[in-house]
């Protein structure tokens, strides 16, 4: 199982982690208020605090891994199709050579 998690490229680990720290916020959703208690609005009452923060920053750093890891993904699908259409119209292309007899 080591070697297929070897093999795996940046783009899958970055999912992983965009997955992972979206996941972990989710759980302090549920764990934690966002916002300051109280009646006095002078004192801070309704803003967000620490937990608030913290979710927030956490929020745009997996939606920018999310961001970053599709168009890197986006960008090497078509390098690939790019190089599938110059490899076919050169006539180099294994799939065009004969298969054999029908039988």
Not at 70 to 85: D, M, P
Request: glycine share 14%; net charge positive.
């Amino acid at each position: 199982m080591f070697k297929i998690v070897q093999g795996l490229g940046y783009l899958f680990w970055l999912k992983v982690a965009s997955f992972a720290i979206t996941s972990v916020l989710g759980i302090i959703a549920v764990l934690h208020d966002f916002k300051a208690k109280g009646d006095n609005q002078e004192k801070g009452a309704g803003h967000l605090n620490f937990w608030g923060k913290l979710t927030l920053a956490g929020l745009g750093v997996a939606a920018l891994i999310g961001a970053v890891s599709q168009v890197a993904e986006t960008t090497q699908q078509g390098r690939v199709a790019h190089a599938t259409i110059v490899i076919g119209k050169s006539g180099g292309c294994p799939l065009q050579a004969p298969l054999g007899r029908a039988r």
